[in-house]
């Protein structure tokens, strides 16, 4: 199997290349992608040197599967040109989320509905797959009927300039801003552009597709915002369900869970934080506790690593449920 990386000089890809070799995934020959300024870069994976090549460069290796991380106008033009070649790209774009000839898929939650047609597959949004990670088993056992998500997420997510710019205003250096205010000892109640109805992208980025994956029927409510922090995004969420629920069995329920980690012990102060989601796999979930002024109605905080399950590791569960499967072209 031919694999490439689509954007492999970013952070994304740079987690894609990590969590490949931890997870053993088998391919015959790797092709690492970037743009023109990357060009002729040398990346050592595995004990071997690798030189980033431009997109044009791997039409004719014969690509089986290809993650993208690379932006919505390089997967705009050339996730269709792969894909009519016989590659599976999953996308970690936005472009094709939202599109319905396209899957957006949490593999612990949907991957039931991919089959070997599908050759474009969307990989959701950072702070939807967290989120949906939690809701999903909540949704099957009391039905959510609405969601009020606040997000605090971190400046990796906006990539590595914006690492740069914390770092830098961490030393009393300004340049180069990525945001429009300094982000050092500061919160920015802004997540993407602002759409007509006064909500940012990233904002309906969660109301849509929490209802494209989870239910259309689940209303959603959200507020995006930006923290000083490095690496992980957190979530404080207010879960409205039609049936009455029980906080010790809620938690049972959620602790059981495959990639779920409850941390909620207030008698020992413990409770999940960027610190510990950081090169972790599992989405971490506490403050499990009920809204006193709404029935059938709780608060949850949520808390994940955004460059592994928030991007690149679900793309790559995705990878391997495809390969398992036999969809890809192989």
Known sequence: ????????????????????????????????????LSFGKKIIFKNQTHSVLGIEDILDKKIDLAFFSAGSDVSKKWAPILADMGCTVIDNSSYWRMCSKH??????????????????????????????????????????????????????????????????EEKGIKESPSYPYQIHRNVIPQCDDFEENGYTKEEMKLVNETQKILDKNILVSATTVRVPV??????SVNIKCAKPINISELKTLLNSTKGILLIDKKDTIKYPMPLYSEDKDQVYVGRLRKDLTQENCINAWIVADNLRKGAALNAIQIGEFMKKKGYLNQ
Do not use: W
Request: glycine share 6%; with cysteine; proline share 3%.
């Open 1 to 36: 199997m031919n694999l490439a990386i689509v954007g492999a000089t970013g952070l994304v890809g740079n987690m894609f290349l990590n969590i490949l070799e931890e997870r053993n995934f088998l391919y015959d020959k790797i092709y690492l992608v970037a743009s023109k």
């Open 103 to 168: 899957k957006l898929v949490v593999p612990e939650i949907n991957s039931g509905v991919l089959t070997k047609q599908d050759k474009i597959i969307a990989n959701p949004n950072c702070s939807t797959i967290q989120l949906l990670m939690v809701l999903s088993p909540i949704h099957k056992k009391y039905n959510i009927q609405r969601v009020i998500v606040s997000t605090y997420q971190s400046v990796s997510g906006t990539g590595q300039n914006a690492v740069k710019q914390l770092e830098n």
């Open 230 to 235: 490095l690496r992980g995004h957190s979530e």
